[in-house]
């Protein structure tokens, strides 16, 4: 095991948002293969607000992992999409309480003014859209990174 080096040290917890779509392709890259348990997507209507609670691949750490010869990670992670007006699903069983989906990409589809549609692109042919009002998102690490289970990063990466 080798010791921790001085760049290790300048590793913090993500916390970034996306208010253009160029921003949002940085999350959607960050999110690559993320699960998430189906019971961890909330939808507030009152306060226009969708939260997600993933599992994700550290992508940003995946070269130093590699060059190191230390396992893969992955570190709980809260997206949070204001500004919604509407949550539609396809392929979702939300009453499937053991349902694990995998996150493939967040895209943004733009519609009148600053309005428009987020879409969650999941795994298995399944999707979330999100009729907004205007694009605000965010990704925040909300817990310390840990081994991925598999050992493995995951096959179709960036």
Do not use: C
């Amino acid at each position: 095991m080798a010791d921790a080096s001085f760049e290790d040290g300048r590793e913090g917890p993500l916390n970034l948002g996306a208010l253009e779509e160029e921003d949002l392709k940085v999350l959607s890259s960050l999110l690559q293969d993320a699960v998430f348990p189906a019971t961890e997507m909330t939808w507030r209507a009152s306060q226009r607000r969708f939260a997600l609670l993933v599992n994700r691949f550290r992508w940003e750490d995946r070269d130093a992992a590699e060059r190191r010869g230390r396992a893969y990670e992955r570190v709980q992670s809260l997206l949070v999409v204001d500004n919604v007006l509407g949550v539609a699903s396809q392929g979702v069983d939300r009453k499937d309480r053991d349902l694990i989906l995998s996150l493939l990409s967040i895209s943004f589809e733009p519609g009148e003014e600053a309005a428009g549609h987020v879409l969650l692109t999941l795994a298995g042919d399944g999707a979330i859209r999100l009729s907004v009002e205007a694009l605000e998102v965010s990704l925040r690490d909300v817990t310390r990174p840990y081994r991925a289970p598999s050992g493995q990063a995951p096959e179709h990466g960036t």
